[in-house]
């Protein structure tokens, strides 16, 4: 590793290994298998949300909030985990849960630490801060990064 991926790698930081909440109804599945289907996969989950929301200010801003997750994580996803990408939208009413699924069950999402911005790498920070939770886990055949957030 150069110097430069050294000094990055001390200040990366884990994201916590833990399971979802339990319980919450499938608004939705899609799979993905390249960066070229993620606009349709934004579409379509912004349409989920919609569907199931009420037609107010707030709930425009859930649907934008769990589009902007969906998008960071599903391209997290293809560009290290690799294809195919399983993304699930599930409810209980009071918040959303995205969970996404790739196959690199040996490495651990981590988080971003300092950085220039157009070094990329902020979308865990980026679910961090929209989420209420977010973790991670994985079974023998997936790794699964999951991001809870309030429905409007």
Do not use: C
């Amino acid at each position: 590793m150069s110097r430069v991926g050294d000094r990055r790698a001390a200040r990366d930081r884990a994201l916590p290994a833990k399971r979802p909440p339990r319980g919450l109804r499938q608004l939705g599945r899609w799979q993905v298998d390249e960066v070229a289907e993620l606009a349709g996969l934004r579409h379509a989950v912004r349409d989920a949300v919609a569907a199931h929301a009420t037609p107010d200010r707030a709930a425009r801003r859930t649907a934008d909030q769990v589009t902007l997750l969906v998008s960071e994580l599903a391209t997290n996803a293809l560009r290290h985990g690799g294809a195919p990408t399983v993304v699930e939208l599930r409810t209980d009413g009071t918040t959303y849960l995205l969970d996404v699924a790739d196959h690199d069950t040996a490495s651990a999402p981590v988080m971003s630490g300092a950085r220039a911005p157009g070094d990329g790498g902020f979308g865990l920070l980026i679910a961090r801060r929209l989420a209420q939770d977010v973790g991670w886990y994985a079974t023998r055949t997936t790794k699964h990064v999951w991001a809870r957030i309030a429905a409007g």
